[in-house]
C-alpha cells in the first residue's frame, strides 16, 4: 500500500486516469494539477493549483508521457490553462523526492539538476518499452489497413530497427502473412531477424533494401530514409514513423514525391489509451513501494 504517499500529478492525457485510479487503489494521496474539465471521483484525490500545494509532503511528481516542452509548460487535454513547473517548486520538496515522467528533456533535466532531485524516465525502461510495443504494433496495423488498398498478407513489409518495439512490429506482420524484412545496424538483431525466418538487411544497404517495399515503419530516431532513399521507392509505398519527432523519414520529400507518410508518435496513447495508461499506472506503482520499502 501506499497509504500517506504524496503524489503529485500535472498534466497528461487520458493515459493519467488509469495512473490516478491505481494511485487511489493503493490508498495514495493524489493532488491534480491541470485536470480542472474533469471529476476526480477518487477517493484521496483532489485538483489543486501549482501554488496551492503542500511541497514540503511530495514524494513524488508524475509528468505526461512528453514530460515538458521546450518552453517549460506542461501540456494537458484536461486544461486549458498554461501550466509550468520551476525549480522553486521542486527545491520544497523532500530530498527522496523523484520526478516521473514519460520522456525527458534537457529543459527538464536542467530544472531538476537545480533542484538537485531524481528523474525516472519511464519509456526508457524495458518492461515499459515491452509492454507498450503490443498496442504499438495494433496500432500500426490499424494504420496500414487505412492507407493501403492490399491486404497484408503478401505484403513486403520493412521494419526499421529491431528494438523492443521492432522486435513486436515484426513478429506481428510475420504472423499476419507479410513478407517481412528488418533493417538494423547491430549483427546480433540481423542474426535474430534471420532466426525468425525474416529478410534482414543492414541499414547501410537501406536504399537498395526499400525499392521494393509495399509499406516500410520506422522506430529508429534518426533520419535514415532520406530523400535518396525515397526517389528509389515504388509510388505506391505507405510510410510509417512511430519515432520521436522528428523521426526517421524526410516526411517533406515524401510529400513532395507523392509518398503516403505519416509520423505518429505515441501510438499506444492514440489507440488504446486505457491500456497504455493501465501500463504505465503499474509500473510506477511498483517504484513507488519499492522507494517506499527503501526509506
Not at 504499438?136 to 518495439?165: C, K, P, Y
Request: hydrophobic share 45%; proline share 3%.
Amino acid at each position: 500500500m501506499l497509504t500517506g504517499i504524496h503524489v503529485v500529478m500535472i498534466g497528461g492525457d487520458a493515459r493519467q486516469i488509469e495512473i490516478v485510479r491505481k494511485l487511489s487503489t493503493l490508498d495514495a494521496r493524489v493532488s491534480l494539477v491541470g485536470f480542472e474539465q474533469i471529476e476526480a471521483g477518487f477517493i484521496g484525490v483532489s485538483k489543486e493549483e501549482m501554488d496551492d500545494i503542500d511541497w514540503k509532503t511530495v514524494e513524488a511528481i508524475l509528468l505526461p508521457v512528453g514530460g515538458i516542452g521546450n518552453d517549460g509548460f506542461i501540456n494537458s487535454v484536461f486544461s486549458s490553462n498554461k501550466i509550468k513547473i520551476e525549480a522553486k517548486h521542486l527545491k520544497q520538496t523532500p530530498e527522496s523526492c523523484t520526478i516521473f515522467t514519460g520522456i525527458t528533456s534537457n529543459r527538464l533535466e536542467k530544472v531538476a539538476s537545480q533542484a538537485k532531485r531524481e528523474i525516472v524516465v519511464l519509456m526508457n525502461r524495458d518492461d515499459v518499452a515491452i509492454y507498450n510495443s503490443i498496442p504499438t504494433a495494433e496500432g500500426a496495423v490499424m494504420f496500414v489497413i487505412q492507407h493501403t488498398d492490399s491486404t497484408i498478407h503478401g505484403a513486403n513489409v520493412a521494419i526499421l530497427g529491431l528494438g523492443r518495439i521492432g522486435m513486436t512490429l515484426a513478429t506481428t506482420f510475420k504472423t499476419l502473412g507479410a513478407n517481412v524484412s528488418v533493417g538494423d545496424k547491430e549483427s546480433a538483431s540481423l542474426a535474430r531477424a534471420f532466426q525468425l525466418g525474416m529478410k534482414p538487411f543492414h541499414l547501410d544497404d537501406i536504399k537498395q533494401a526499400l525499392k521494393q517495399v509495399d509499406v516500410v515503419i520506422n522506430t529508429i530516431p534518426a533520419k535514415i530514409v532520406t530523400s535518396s532513399v525515397l526517389t528509389e521507392m515504388m509510388q505506391h509505398a505507405f510510410l510509417l514513423d512511430l519515432a520521436s519527432k522528428p523521426g526517421g523519414i524526410d516526411h517533406d520529400y515524401a510529400q513532395k514525391r507523392g509518398l503516403k507518410s505519416m509520423i505518429v508518435p505515441g501510438l499506444p496513447g492514440m489507440v488504446a489509451p486505457k491500456t497504455a495508461g493501465k501500463i504505465l499506472a503499474n509500473v510506477m506503482s511498483d517504484l513507488l513501494l519499492e522507494q517506499t520499502r527503501a526509506q
